[in-house]
């Protein structure tokens, strides 16, 4: 039952992040949005900027969910497997978070520049 809960959340939680890209592409280097900003103008910039951070609240939502999911397993299941499962979610959406954060920072020195 409970692998159950956990493979729902997971699937909810993925087509979640599937309908809030708009766009935002973490896969980016900042070397090419520096390249991309180039041709952009300063509105179409705030606007990815925009995207960017709406995608970084939606990240950070999703950690702080798992965070607490996290702290609800007793101390005595920590080293089981769903707290596993949950710390390398956790660990997964750190790493997300880390790119859409230098990306959304590309963008805004792009928009400062222009």
């Known amino acids: 039952m409970r692998k159950m809960l956990l493979l729902a959340g997971m699937l909810c939680g993925a087509l979640f992040l599937t309908g809030c890209g708009n766009d935002v592409d973490e896969n980016k280097t900042p070397a090419q949005i520096q390249e991309e900003v180039a041709k952009m103008n300063a509105s179409d910039i705030q606007a990815m900027v925009e995207k960017y951070q709406k995608a970084i609240e939606a990240k950070s939502a999703e950690l702080k ?36 954060q230098a990306n959304m920072a590309a963008y805004a020195e792009g928009l400062k520049k222009k």
């Open 65 to 100: 969910a798992e965070t607490e999911k996290l702290a609800k397993i007793p101390l005595s299941e920590q080293l089981g497997g769903d707290a596993k499962a949950i710390k390398d979610k956790m660990a997964n959406i750190t790493e997300s978070l880390k790119k859409l």
